[in-house]
């Protein structure tokens, strides 16, 4: 559920509540100041900069999360069993040309 979370909703949220931080930061300036400008209505709602935005966000996320440290290590691996009633955790061996 958060891997969910932290892939998919987070990535795509975060742009459009920036936009809403930044809508409210600016009413604020501009009641402030009297003499700002009226925004186009064509400002208004800027979807193609959110969708955009948020897509780019979804990218990096991705690059993040689908890269997990590799080390660059080739070789088998040997899950974790069970060996005279002990754990033995997984590993990489290194494989011996036979």
Same mark, same amino acid.
């Given at each position: ?8 909703? =987070?990535?795509? *949220? !975060?742009?459009?509540?920036? /936009?809403? +931080? ?12 009297? !003499? @700002?400008? #009226?925004?186009? @209505?064509?400002? @208004?709602?800027?979807?193609?900069? =959110? *969708?955009?935005?948020?897509? &780019?966000?979804?990218? %990096? ?8 440290? /590799?080390?660059? +290590? #080739?070789?088998?691996? *040997?899950?974790? #069993?069970?060996?005279?009633?002990? %754990? &033995?955790?997984?590993?990489? &061996?290194?494989? !011996?040309?036979?």
């Amino acid at each position: 559920m958060i891997r969910i979370i932290l892939t998919v909703v =987070l990535p795509l *949220i !975060t742009p459009t509540l920036i /936009y809403f +931080f930044l809508v409210r930061l600016r009413a604020k300036w501009k009641k402030e100041d009297e !003499t @700002a400008e #009226h925004i186009p @209505a064509y400002h @208004a709602w800027p979807w193609f900069r =959110l *969708i955009g935005f948020g897509g &780019v966000l979804l990218i %990096l996320t991705f690059l993040v999360f689908g890269f997990p440290n /590799y080390d660059g +290590f #080739h070789g088998k691996y *040997i899950p974790p #069993h069970m060996e005279n009633g002990e %754990l &033995v955790p997984g590993q990489f &061996v290194k494989e !011996t040309d036979e």
